[in-house]
Antibody, heavy 126, light 112 residues
């Protein structure tokens, strides 16, 4: 079955950097779009970024654009999120998600995520 | 960004009774291909979110048929025909028509 396991979260000071990873198994990773979503403490969900199967297409929500970078290694079935210039408001649980449908020009995810990891916690605090 | 507004934010329901959650979008969610990309997610306490419904009314595999989605344009509804104890959690609508995809603020369903 589909399994997504995030890692790399932790405590970091404002202005610092962190790299999150997501190990995927149970599906054809190299054929799937992937995404990162976060949930601040006691808050709702925020879709941060997506990446196409061959890394041709990526995009970000405005709150992280220019600071976060999504990438993937299909050979290692892994998804990454490089987070720079971290702010207190980036404190959240970060989920990776598998995308099952995309369309348009450029193609973007449409149905959201059909599988989610368990999340990794990032705390940005001095 | 498209703003998704859910109501109510808190929903106490008696076991076996129906429940309904409304979701309104700030822009129409009909895409140029004629499809409407509105999904619903459930997040049980202490768990990751799980998708229940996509494309307004299509149920994901393994989702009980007591869950149904409907709506068009800017107004959408998630209905649970008979609430069970395992349905406790927070429900989110999400639009995928416009990037970035955006979620509603969530509706917390609890048992009375």
């Amino acid at each position: 079955q589909v399994q997504l396991v995030e890692s790399g979260g932790g405590l970091v000071k404002p202005g610092g950097s962190l790299r999150l990873s997501c190990a995927a198994s149970g599906f054809s990773f190299s054929d799937s779009y992937m995404s990162w979503i976060r949930q601040a403490p006691g808050k709702g969900l925020e879709w941060l970024s997506y990446i196409s199967s061959l890394s041709t297409y990526t995009d970000y929500t405005d709150s992280v654009k220019g600071r976060f970078t999504i990438s993937r290694d299909n050979a290692k079935k892994s998804l990454f999120l490089q987070m720079n210039s971290l702010r207190v408001e980036d404190t959240a649980v970060y989920y990776c998600g598998k995308v099952d449908f995309w369309s348009g020009d450029p193609p973007i995810p449409r149905y959201g995520m059909d599988a989610w990891g368990q999340g990794t916690t990032v705390i940005v605090s001095s | 960004d498209v703003v998704m507004t859910q109501s109510p934010l808190s929903l106490p329901v008696t076991l076996g009774q129906p429940a309904s959650i409304s979701c309104r979008s700030s822009q129409r969610l009909v895409y140029s291909d004629g499809s409407t990309y509105l999904s619903w997610f459930q997040q049980r306490p202490g768990q990751s979110p799980r998708r229940l419904i996509y494309k307004v009314s299509k149920r994901d595999s393994g989702v009980p048929d007591r869950f149904s989605g409907s709506g068009s344009g800017t107004d959408f509804t998630l209905k649970i025909s008979r609430v069970e104890a395992e349905d406790v959690g927070v429900y989110y609508c999400m639009q995928g028509t416009h990037w970035p995809g955006t979620f509603g603020q969530g509706t917390k369903l609890e048992i009375k």
